[in-house]
T-cell receptor, first 114, second 117 residues
């Protein structure tokens, strides 16, 4: 079946540090890949996505490239801010019955210190 | 992006009562919505897929008589937790599926925190 494996947290960084959160996946067919962010007490927000191999998703300084050869979709940001502190979820869509369902990774807690 | 709202954002109830949670797509129509449950510091667990005008599809292990889902219109799905017990306390999140050209995306509501005393 489909699965998403995320780098375990928590991750603690100083402001302006470089961020990488690893994500690898197992899927049949050609899934779309997503990163969602969840701020404390809130629901998930779509951060970025990529729908085919070699696509790069980007938003708010975050980037991730869909690597089919390594089945990876690592999240990166060159200079993190305190406001980036949140839980980050890697996810993919899988076709199940009549609806595409999201399969989530376990989430990675990021804390950025001033 | 598309906006999904949930109401209420937080609810506290006594054991044995029923609680209804609403999920609305505010600026688009959604034939399919999803309901998730999230335990503290864990990932989201898909509970069911809500289809407008038809019965919901429940994931294995989710009691359909316990978690009633109604998707009566293209902008509203409701989840009713019947005869709630303390173990039902959790963070419930809905999402709505949006189709774009050759791709689709799920947009999530802000979640509803349920505490059953």
């Amino acid at each position: 079946g489909n699965s998403v494996t995320q780098m375990e947290g928590p991750v603690t960084l100083s402001e302006e540090a470089f961020l990488t959160i690893n994500c690898t996946y197992t899927a049949t067919g050609y899934p779309s890949l997503f990163w969602y962010v969840q701020y404390p007490g809130e629901g998930l927000q779509l951060l970025l996505k990529a729908t085919k191999a070699d696509d790069k998703g980007s938003n708010k300084g975050f980037e991730a490239t869909y690597r089919k050869e390594t089945t990876s979709f690592h999240l990166e940001k060159g200079s993190v801010q305190v406001s980036d502190s949140a839980v980050y979820f890697c996810a993919l869509t899988s076709l199940s019955g009549s609806a595409r369902q999201l399969t989530f990774g376990s989430g990675t807690q990021l804390t950025v210190l001033p | 992006g598309a906006v999904v709202s949930q109401h209420p954002s937080r609810v506290i109830c006594k054991s044995g009562t029923s609680v209804k949670i609403e999920c609305r797509s505010l600026d688009f129509q959604a034939t399919t919505m999803f309901w998730y449950r999230q335990f503290p510091k864990q990932s989201l667990m898909l509970m069911a897929t809500s289809n407008e005008g038809s019965k919901a599809t429940y994931e294995q292990g989710v009691e359909k008589d316990k978690f009633l889902i109604n998707h009566a219109s293209l902008t509203l799905s409701t989840l009713t937790v019947t005869s709630a017990h303390p173990e039902d306390s959790s963070f419930y999140i809905c999402s709505a599926r949006v189709f774009g050209p050759a791709q689709e995306t799920q947009y999530f509501g802000p979640g509803t925190r349920l505490l059953v005393l």
